[in-house]
């Protein structure tokens, strides 16, 4: 079956730091990939997608590449704020289009805090 | 921009007793989701509804029904709830058709099975 696995938590950065969240999965065909984030008291919100091979998803100075040869969409930023601080999931779902943005596979979460 | 509204947000149950978790979304998708969230686990799908009419199960099902009441709602029921289904819920919608859009999510209910 499906899975994601995310760099084992929690991450805690200084405001301005360079961030790299590691995401790896496994499926068969060929997923679509997401990063997902979640503030405090709040629900998920997409930050950024990537539907096929070599396509890079950015969002808010925030990026993953869709690397199929190493089965990977790491996040990365270059300049996090106090304002990141939050989980952030990564996810996949197979083919396109239907129900698949919505059928995902989620990664275990990754709690960033960035301290001022 | 309401989105989609789950209520409630909080709700403290004793083994045994039952209950419905409700959502609506206004974004007229034509496809629904819950899923559970569990510490250091990420998120769980137990149930989606394709399009009105139809449901199926995810991936973790057992103990929970689910009613899609019209394109808008979808429901999940706990019919005998138990410590493990302390958790927190969320529904979700998305698009459907060709290209698909995606999920948005709800803000969760907290369950607390005592």
């Known amino acids: 079956g499906n899975s994601v696995t995310q760099m084992e938590g929690p991450v805690t950065l200084s405001e301005e730091a360079f961030l790299t969240i590691n995401c790896t999965y496994t499926a068969t065909g060929y997923p679509s990939l997401f990063w997902y984030v979640q503030y405090p008291g709040e629900g998920l919100q997409l930050l950024l997608k990537?539907?096929?091979?070599?396509d890079k998803g950015s969002n808010k100075g925030f990026e993953a590449t869709y690397r199929k040869e190493t089965t990977s969409f790491h996040l990365e930023k270059g300049s996090v704020q106090v304002s990141d601080s939050a989980v952030y999931f990564c996810a996949l779902s197979e083919g396109a289009g239907g129900t698949s943005y919505g059928k995902l596979t989620f990664g275990q979460g990754t709690i960033l805090t960035v301290h001022p | 921009n309401a989105g989609v509204t789950q209520t409630p947000k909080f709700q403290v149950l004793k083994t045994g007793q039952s209950m419905t978790l409700q959502c609506a979304q206004d974004m007229n998708h034509n496809s629904m989701y819950w899923y559970r969230q569990d510490p250091g686990m990420g998120l769980r799908l137990i149930y989606y509804s394709a399009s009105e009419g139809t449901t199926d199960k995810g991936e973790v099902p057992n103990g929970y029904n689910v009613s899609r009441l019209n394109k808008r709602e979808f429901s999940l029921r706990l019919e005998s709830a138990a410590p493990s289904q302390t958790s927190v819920y969320f529904c979700?919608?998305?698009?459907?058709?060709?290209?698909?859009?995606?999920?948005?999510f709800g803000q969760g209910t907290r369950l607390t099975v005592v």
């Open positions: 990537a539907t096929k091979a070599d």
């Open positions: 979700a919608s998305s698009g459907s058709g060709v290209r698909g859009t995606e999920a948005f």
